[in-house]
């Protein structure tokens, strides 16, 4: 995934530990906010099998940093995974405008669902 589009006070994790990865060679992106250590996750919904959908991507968060998906809560679904990379930055940009903690979290997965109803219209 091209991740320069992510807003200031993110970065993305460059080589995440997630166990996933060992036998997924899809993508499992993780970004982290600088300051408040919020934790941004773009991973396959489902296994790679031969009967699953493979393209889509779940968006899930942490309000503090972690690296186990058990603490991240799952909040959308989206096809593919510039899909995923369009959510990220929109969650981000509204997270950063709400000045972050669980106040800027609420306001990142409104924001993206916001994204994806204007996109089904």
């Known amino acids: 995934m091209d991740t320069d589009r992510i807003p200031d006070g993110w970065y993305e994790e460059s ?8 036998y997924d060679p899809r993508p ?7 300051d ?3 934790t941004l996750v773009a991973m396959p919904s489902e296994p790679n099998t ?12 942490a309000r503090e940093e972690t690296s186990n998906f058990g603490d991240v809560e799952p909040f959308a679904e989206v096809r593919g995974d510039d899909a995923a990379l369009d959510a990220a930055e ?11 903690g669980d106040a800027g979290v609420e306001a990142g997965k409104r924001a993206v669902s916001e994204q994806r109803e204007r996109k089904t219209e």
């Open 28 to 34: 499992v992106t993780v970004f982290r906010h600088v």
């Open 50 to 61: 031969e009967h699953a959908e493979t393209d889509t991507y779940r968006l899930a968060v």
């Open 36 to 38: 408040h250590g919020a």
């Open 15 to 22: 080589d995440p530990e997630f166990i996933d990865r060992k």
């Open 90 to 100: 929109t969650f981000a940009r509204a997270y950063n405008d709400e000045g972050g």
